[in-house]
């Protein structure tokens, strides 16, 4: 498979996640342990989703590039620790609430490296052509 192909993919793959971690996982789980805050989440993420989703974007088109479970789990997860971190950030100085910056970079790290290990694993290491 050339570069041209896991780039996009990766990034197609990248763009998913973040938009669903977004709209779907930091909501559930900031409800879940933070329920004081879940107003504060989506307040922040009106203007931050489009951004944070570029930085998904690039771990998974990094990810996919790189390729291998290992590799791709770590630069996935990396974006994921980088976009859960920043809109955490946001959260917590929107609310004084410092436990929503652990809670979103944490999950934006699981999340992420989940994604890595399935895209960086599905296109196996990459090798010159």
Same mark, same amino acid.
């Given at each position: 498979?050339?570069? *041209?192909n896991? =780039?996009?993919f990766?990034?197609?793959?990248?763009?998913m996640?973040?938009v669903?971690?977004?709209l779907?996982? +930091?909501p559930?789980?900031a409800?879940?342990i933070?329920?004081?805050? *879940?107003?504060?989440?989506?307040?922040? !993420?009106?203007?931050a989703? +489009?951004w944070?989703a570029?930085?998904? !974007?690039?771990g998974?088109? +990094?990810?996919?590039?790189?390729?291998?479970?290992?590799?791709?789990?770590?630069?996935?997860?990396?974006?994921?620790l980088?976009?859960?971190?920043?809109?955490? =950030?946001s !959260?917590?100085l929107?609310?004084?609430?410092?436990?929503?910056? +652990?809670?979103?970079?944490?999950?934006?790290?699981?999340?992420?490296?989940?994604?890595g *290990? *399935?895209?960086?694993?599905?296109?196996?290491?990459?090798?010159?052509?």
């Open positions: 498979m050339n570069k *041209l896991r =780039l996009v990766g990034g197609v793959i990248g763009l996640a973040g669903s971690f977004h779907t996982v +930091l559930f789980v409800e879940s933070l329920p004081d805050v *879940l107003s504060n989440v989506y307040a922040s !993420m009106n203007p989703t +489009l944070l570029a930085i998904w !974007m690039s998974g088109a +990094l990810a996919a590039w790189v390729g291998g479970a290992r590799r791709g789990g770590l630069i996935f997860g990396l974006g994921g980088i976009a859960g971190a920043l809109f955490g =950030l !959260m917590a929107s609310s004084q609430a410092w436990a929503a910056l +652990l809670v979103a970079a944490t999950t934006g790290w699981l999340y992420g490296w989940g994604a *290990l *399935l895209v960086g694993g599905g296109f196996g290491p990459a090798v010159k052509s």
